[in-house]
């Protein structure tokens, strides 16, 4: 078995680092930071979208575990007093997973310039300087004119992150396909949005042609791209979504239930 570990900087998960090398050592486990076949993540839900990134062009041969050393994540699900646990599951493991689906992302320019993106959590595009305006286009036909501060399309697992946040559904992780949230959309007698989050199937495109050319920010999980528009360089003209043909999968040693987290991190004890 060949193990990646991918931390933060945080003084608790160096501390939980260097106990899970000295155990994997004793367990004659090999660490194997280039071509892994499990990647231990230590940290948070932001550390592992940092090591999904990282290890985005291994998705087909590589598994992740997450430890997280401070509040409950989504996709952490070791505690950091677990290790010696966890390291005999590695030992004894079988191959066994679980896979999520994800959102590819393709960002067209104006010089004809095609960028193409994968996000294991969300894409985003605002306009900072203005009321965004944009053509929203489902299976190449024209669904409506939105306006307003900008949109979030997320993937059933990041349904829980930024999507909630901007009063987008939270889809079950087990669901194939993506989600449509509005950010602050204007609604009026003259403009019109149909105003609620939308869920699309497995095989729907979504297109966003926009219509300005100054002034927006585009994101991709935690990555964050600012498009300036000067005098003779190119634009974000659209963006397009669907559904990606690759997955993450998680080395699932043991189940962990979605929907008690949710209730554990959103409503907490019940009376």
Sequence with gaps: ??????????????????????????????????KPEVVVTIGGDGTLLSAFHHYQKQLDR?????????????????RNFEIDDLV???VKDSGQSVSYPLLDMKAVYSDGVVDSFV??????????????????????QLFENFRGDGLCISTPTGSTAYNKSVGGAIMDPHSVGFQ??????L?????????SPIIFGADTKLMLRLRDVNGHVMTCDRDQVMLKNKKGQRYLMELAYQVS?????????RHNNFWNRVKDSFIGGTR
Excluded: P
């Design 1 to 34: 078995m060949r193990v990646a570990i991918y931390n933060n900087e945080t003084a608790e998960s160096q501390r939980v680092t260097k106990l899970l090398r000295a155990e994997m050592d004793k367990a004659g486990l090999v660490y194997d930071q280039e």
């Design 62 to 78: 590589v598994r992740f575990v997450g430890i997280h050393t401070g509040h409950l994540g989504f996709y952490t699900d070791w």
């Design 88 to 90: 005999d599951s590695l």
């Design 119 to 140: 996000a294991l959590n969300e894409s985003t595009i605002r306009n900072i300087t203005k009321t965004m305006v944009c053509d929203v286009y489902i299976n190449n």
């Design 180 to 185: 449509l949230a509005e950010m602050a959309s």
């Design 187 to 195: 609604n009026n007698r003259v403009f019109r949005t149909l105003g």
């Design 245 to 253: 043909d690759k997955k993450i999968n998680f080395a699932r040693y």
